[in-house]
């Protein structure tokens, strides 16, 4: 049902659908493996045509094939997996410790050998790559190797096994009894190498299991190291560029507030400029008040028209004091 669809560019469930429509039989669960193993099968024959029933065969158009698009690859990831593919740039472990070797570990007694020819190795292939290892400090947990100008952190330990001393000993406890050490550590003869966290990077860890052992990822690891460079740098670029937007956006708030500052203090200054010109007018007003009040005065209409002048300077600046 599934090569039929693919065939004919649907679904498998609307071709199942269009057999049931149709009255066509398909095979049941176990059909193919059953045929595939050579066992007899039962083909179920086609049903008859009803009277009146259409039996003009149906013909699927067959679907174009669609190539597949070719992955293009490029890059410094990949320049450096095809590098490690070459046969001539396999890495290989020597018994012989070099006298440049620039990094020691310490596990159990056992694997000691095994880490120190695997360090040796590691700290030659980064010298001919053109990375940089630096030389660990006492008190350094992980040493540090420089790749593409980025430092990426990594650490070659030997795992241990937990075992419960509880479950060892059989014995039980009493409630509210602890038992203490309640764990035993023991070392596991295995090797375990690691790079620092660093997003973006596909595996971090490599460590011996039943069918490798870490000697053999030793190309695997360069690689890492280079995509892990690369993620960090891209990182850096993203947060550069964040930095970047972060200070673009901090200059327009800051001109945003000082243009309102700005516009403020126009709009302060243009409500004081208003009131000055109001009590401006005000004054003014009073004068041309008592002006005329002075002028009717010296002409003797007060004489004639007492109440009237009266009423009309007291009006006047009542009208005065009321702006």
């Known amino acids: 049902m599934q090569h039929l669809a693919t065939r004919f560019g649907l679904s ?24 595939s193993a050579g066992k007899h099968v039962r083909v179920t024959p086609l049903p008859k045509a009803l009277h009146g029933e259409d039996t003009t ?26 590098f490690e593919a070459r046969p001539e740039n396999r890495i290989a472990v020597h018994v012989q410790l070099s006298r440049e070797s620039a990094i020691s570990d310490a596990p159990s007694p056992q694997p000691v050998a095994r880490a120190l020819h695997f360090l040796d190795a590691f700290v030659g292939a980064c010298k001919k790559r ?3 290892v630096e030389k660990r400090t006492r008190g350094q947990r992980a040493g540090k190797v420089t790749v ?46 690691q790079i620092g966290r660093i997003y973006g990077v596909e595996r971090r860890t490599w460590r011996d299991g039943k069918r490798q052992r870490v000697e053999d ?80 005065r010296s002409s003797g209409c007060h004489h004639a028209f007492p109440r009237a002048r009266g009423e009309a300077r007291a009006g006047t600046l009542a009208s005065f004091w009321d702006a």
């Open 130 to 132: 053109g990375f940089a």
């Open 12 to 35: 498998d469930v609307a071709v199942a659908k269009r057999c049931r429509k149709l009255n066509i039989p398909v095979p049941g669960r176990g059909y193919w493996a059953r045929k």
């Open 217 to 296: 990822c030793l190309n695997n690891i360069m690689v890492a190291l280079v995509a892990g460079a690369v993620a960090l740098h891209e990182q850096a670029e993203q947060r550069k560029c964040a930095e970047v937007e972060r200070i673009r956006l901090a200059r327009l708030e800051h001109e945003e507030t000082t243009q309102r500052e700005e516009e403020e203090a126009r709009v302060q200054q243009l409500i004081t400029d208003a009131d000055g010109w109001t009590r401006v007018e005000r004054l003014r007003r009073f004068a041309n008040a008592i002006e005329s009040d002075a002028i009717a």
């Open 148 to 193: 593409r100008g980025q430092v990426i952190e990594f650490q070659l330990h030997e795992p241990q096994r937990r075992i419960d001393l509880r479950k060892e000993s059989g014995k039980r406890l009493r409630p509210g009894e602890y038992m203490y050490p309640r764990w035993r550590f023991e070392a596991t003869g295995a090797l375990e190498f």
């Open 57 to 82: 065969p149906i013909v699927f158009a067959e679907r174009a094939p669609v190539e597949s698009p070719v992955e293009v690859r490029e890059g410094p990831v990949w320049e450096q997996e095809q």
